[in-house]
Nanobody
C-alpha cells in the first residue's frame, strides 16, 4: 500500500523559495504519475502540478507556471516541488498524491504547511 509523507514546508517571505519533498513507501513510485495539490483556508483543494512516471512530462496550473517546478527521483522514491518567487496567495497546505489514469488522485499524504508572509 502506497504511503506518502510530505516535508519541507515553512514560513517564507514573499519572493522567497522552498523545496517540498514527498517520500513514498510501500510501493515503487516509478509505476505512477504523481501530483502536488494545495488547499488554502476557505478554498477548495486545487491541483498545482503533476508529473508522469518517468518524469519526462510535467504540467502546471496557470497560477504557478514559471515559478514552481515538479521533479522526481524514482531511485529515491521521492517527488519534489521547487517553489520560487513565492507569493502570499501561495499560502496553503500542500499535499502530494498519486494520480490515477482517470485523472483522480489518491493515497494522499498528511500535507505540509507553506506560509508566505512578511
Amino acid at each position: 500500500q502506497l504511503q506518502l509523507v510530505e516535508s519541507g514546508g515553512g514560513l517564507v517571505q514573499p519572493g522567497g523559495s522552498l523545496r517540498l519533498s514527498c517520500a513514498a513507501s510501500g510501493a515503487d513510485l516509478d509505476l505512477y504519475a504523481m501530483g502536488w495539490l494545495r488547499q488554502a483556508p476557505g478554498k477548495e483543494r486545487e491541483a498545482v502540478s503533476c508529473i508522469v512516471s518517468n518524469g519526462l512530462i510535467t504540467n502546471y496550473a496557470d497560477s504557478v507556471r514559471g515559478r514552481l517546478t515538479i521533479s522526481r527521483d524514482n531511485a529515491k522514491n521521492t517527488v519534489y516541488l521547487q517553489m520560487d518567487s513565492l507569493k502570499a496567495e501561495d499560502t496553503a497546505v500542500y499535499y502530494c498524491a498519486r494520480k490515477r489514469a482517470g485523472g483522480n488522485y489518491d493515497s494522499w499524504g498528511q500535507g505540509t504547511q507553506v506560509t508566505v508572509s512578511s
